[in-house]
């Protein structure tokens, strides 16, 4: 019973010892982690994304921009690109309305303008 109370106590204190030296690694690696979270790139944070709302009128650069293609990408690319975003954001299936038709305008207005 002495034994196992006393097997028990040093479990405890190695425990203790481990997490000590555990915190002060912690506080000595700080400013590394800090200057590495600094040197990502801000777009993998979020700021990336375009800020602003819509136009009112809807602009080849805008459609672009929406699509997520290049203002003189072809038919093929146009296609793709809507038919992706109208399976994440078609009403039917949750998405909003008023975003399924700002890409379906997008998709019309580079439909129209690009070659085949």
Known sequence: MASTAVAVGLALAAAGFAGR?????????????????QAF????????YY???FEPKMTKREAALILG????ANKNKIREAHRKLMVLNHPDRGGSPYLAAKINEAKDLLDDQAKK
Request: hydrophobic share 35%; aromatic share 6%.
């Open 69 to 72: 293609v290049s203002p003189t």
């Open 41 to 48: 790139p801000k777009s993998a944070f979020g700021s990336g």
């Open 21 to 37: 030296y555990a915190m002060q690694a912690i506080r000595q690696m700080e400013p590394q982690v800090k200057q590495a979270l």
């Open 51 to 53: 800020r602003g709302g």
